[in-house]
C-alpha cells in the first residue's frame, strides 16, 4: 500500500486546512486509515482514525473531538482530515498510516501501522 499525504499549510488560529491522503496498491490489505501527528520533540499521536469498509465507524482523540472531521471518498480511495478552529497546538507534521490487522476497536499507537505516508507540515500561527 501507498500513500500520498497532502494539504498541509500556514494558516492562522481559527482558521481551516483539509489534508487528503490518497492510497494506492493493495487497497484490499487497508481495514483502517489513521492520522496522526507529530509535533517537535514530542511523541506521535493519533488524531483521527476511520473503518475502510465501515466508513461510519470514526475516532477522535479528545485534542480535537467536534474540530476535525474524517471521511473517506471511496471512489478516490482518499481519506481526508478537515481541520476548523485550529490552534497553534494543532502545529506538528500530519502523517497518514494503514492499519491492516482486524480489531474491534482502533490501535492508538503507531507502531500497530503498517504503512505510512510522508507526512505534511501543518503550521498554525497566533
Known amino acids: 500500500v501507498q500513500l500520498q499525504a497532502s494539504g498541509g499549510g500556514l494558516v492562522q488560529a481559527g482558521g481551516s486546512l483539509r489534508l487528503s491522503c490518497a492510497a494506492s496498491?493493495?487497497?484490499?490489505?487497508?481495514?483502517?486509515l489513521a492520522w496522526f501527528r507529530q509535533a517537535p520533540g514530542r511523541d506521535r499521536e493519533i488524531v483521527a482514525a476511520i473503518k475502510w469498509t465501515n466508513i461510519n465507524t470514526t475516532n477522535y482523540s479528545n485534542s480535537v473531538k467536534g474540530r476535525f472531521t474524517i471521511s473517506r471518498d471511496n471512489a478516490k480511495n482518499t481519506v481526508y482530515l478537515q481541520m476548523s478552529s485550529l490552534k497553534p497546538e494543532d502545529t506538528a507534521v500530519y502523517y497518514c498510516?494503514?492499519?491492516?490487522?482486524?480489531?474491534?476497536?482502533?490501535?492508538?499507537?503507531?507502531?500497530?501501522?503498517?504503512?505510512w505516508g510522508q507526512g505534511t507540515q501543518v503550521t498554525v500561527s497566533s
Open positions: 496498491g493493495r487497497t484490499s490489505d487497508i481495514l483502517a
Open positions: 498510516a494503514v492499519d491492516r490487522v482486524p480489531r474491534i476497536y482502533f490501535a492508538k499507537l503507531s507502531s500497530s501501522y503498517a504503512y
